[in-house]
């Protein structure tokens, strides 16, 4: 379901006053009953307080100005370790984990995987396999995951 700009600006807003920066939303289900999915990040934790502060505050306002007009189920949470990274500054939060990272190029690049052991200024730094560094512009970076464990 595409989502209206009217709707973005309102959550954006919300997000921003609780100090947190909007990663990505998502509406989705049946338009009788959707799902708006709001993902969250911040320099520090993410807390179940900061969730339902921003989910108070954006069901205060789509509520109140009747913009969805079916009924809808709002989730805010955190991204979680298994969606992608958006920001530099979400890399810092995830120090050695071990991630999986695409850069431009042609569509068969490998994808370049180790272990986060810097970032700095706009430098991803990965350890890979044989223990070797590897700099990584974070302006080439297509999507970066954290590799998990399962």
Same mark, same amino acid.
């Given at each position: 379901?595409?989502?209206p700009d009217?709707?973005?600006q309102i959550i954006e807003a919300s997000v921003t006053e609780s100090q947190a920066v909007l990663?990505?939303?998502v509406m989705r289900g049946h338009y009788r009953r959707p799902v708006l999915e709001v993902y969250l990040d911040a320099p520090g934790p993410v807390t179940t307080d900061m969730c339902? =502060? !921003?989910s108070r505050r954006i069901s205060g306002e789509l509520d109140g100005k009747d913009l969805i007009a079916e009924e809808y189920r709002? =989730? !805010?949470s955190s991204p979680g370790l298994d969606r992608p990274l958006r920001y530099l500054w979400q890399y810092k939060k995830h120090m050695g984990?071990?991630?999986?990272?695409m850069m431009t190029g042609a569509p068969e690049t490998e994808p370049v995987t180790g272990k986060l052991e810097a970032v700095e200024d706009d430098v991803v730094v990965l350890t890979d396999k044989s223990g070797t560094a590897v700099r990584l512009a974070f302006s080439g970076i297509i999507e970066a995951r954290i590799v998990?464990?399962?």
């Open positions: 379901m595409q989502l009217t709707i973005r990663v990505d939303v339902s =502060e !921003v709002l =989730e !805010v984990r071990p991630f999986r990272i998990l464990p399962w």
